[in-house]
């Protein structure tokens, strides 16, 4: 009997250790319940794996030539849309901007608007916009926008590609509802912005923030010998913010359009193209030659996105600058571009993520 138990034991020590030997498997059933715990804890806090999308629409088709009787407008309206988009390509959420941007010129060649002067986006103006009077359906700009971003959750870019449209407007009854202006521009940014999601970091229960800034600072009038430019320049970021107020992901884009004109006030610029943002043009832009760190644009918005990553929107304000420039050596190594509009429009995304 006692031989047998002997046996027993040693078969049982053994056996112990050649599991906790093989280290493939926990040694016990408490060490497999804390192991489980532990992942489901790290899932929880985490959420599925998120990609994040940026797309622009920007057309200057609305611009119109100076007369006797009138100013031209030099008018860029671009569309942008930010999505974050799941592990089956369906967008789970979806937000909707529009910098609308006017710039008045004389018949004599001149930039008459003020040069200083803010220019709110569509979403800021809010009920200031005042589409709602003369709306067929009773709803301002940013609720039809909000009805089309809402429409567009669950979707894939099939789905988008496919929608039904009716001359520029939507032409499934449900959605022309609630969305009663053109649907083009929405769809082609929102489109956009699918295509181009990239895993960065945000995951489920993480929310969407889309910040915008315009200004047509460095617009110049015609003279004899030269066109003059109305440039609309648009500085955008769309990022996604945890529970912690940390940013999750980020991406930095601008669209700069010109807008030509000559010395009589008429719009020289081809009004028919659409404009590409500057991560779209890429090694285009043209920057990289000119760059003291050998870097484009492009380049360098990304290095600076994602440099905040993992920061609050105030950790991003404090960052330490130096005539709007960063003055960290190290980041100043990747980024070399004016990061003021970078933080300003972090700063409006963070505070619009919900």
């Known amino acids: 009997m006692k031989k047998k138990l002997v046996s027993l034991v040693s078969a049982t020590i053994l056996s112990a250790v050649v599991l906790a030997g093989c ?34 629409s920007v057309s200057i088709a609305d611009s119109k030539d100076a007369t006797a009787e009138g100013d031209g407008t030099a008018q860029a309206d671009a569309t942008i849309a930010a999505v974050t988009v799941d592990g089956e390509g369906k967008i789970t959420q979806c937000v909707i901007d529009i910098a609308q941007t006017r710039i008045g010129v004389s018949a004599d060649g001149k930039i008459t608007s003020d040069l200083n002067a803010e220019y709110p986006s569509k979403r800021e103006l809010g009920d200031n916009y005042g589409m709602k009077k003369a709306s067929a359906i009773g709803k301002e700009w940013y609720e039809q926008a909000d009805a089309f971003a809402a429409w567009a959750v669950g979707k894939t870019a099939a789905d988008l590609s496919g929608m039904a449209i009716s001359e520029g407007y939507a032409g499934d009854a449900d959605l022309a509802a609630s969305v009663s202006i053109h649907v083009t521009g929405f769809q082609s940014a929102v489109l956009e912005a699918v295509n181009n999601a ?19 600072a460095k617009s110049v009038d015609a003279t004899a010998e030269e066109d003059g430019t109305a440039q609309a320049y648009t500085t955008i970021s769309a990022l996604t913010v945890g529970n912690d107020g940390k940013i999750t992901s980020n991406i930095i884009d601008a669209v700069q359009a010109n807008i030509t004109f000559d010395a009589t006030g008429v719009i020289t610029a081809d009004t028919s ?18 760059s003291a760190i050998g870097k484009e644009w492009n380049e360098q918005a990304a290095a600076y996105a994602e440099y905040t990553v993992g920061k609050t929107a105030d950790e991003v304000a404090g960052t330490a600058m130096t005539e709007g420039r960063a003055a960290d050596a190290d980041l100043a190594a990747s980024v070399s571009v004016h990061i003021t509009d970078f933080n300003a429009v972090i700063a409006k995304a963070v505070a619009a993520a919900k």
């Open 23 to 56: 280290g493939s498997q926990p040694e016990t059933a408490a060490e497999v319940a804390t192991e489980t715990a532990t992942e489901t804890a790290a899932e929880a806090s985490t959420g599925a794996e998120l990609k994040t999308g940026l797309g622009t």
């Open 273 to 290: 193209v659409d404009i590409k943002s500057k991560d779209e043009l890429g090694d285009a832009y043209g920057m990289k030659q000119a």
């Open 198 to 216: 990239t895993a960065m970091g945000a995951h489920e229960g993480d929310k969407l923030g889309l910040g915008l800034t315009t200004n047509i």
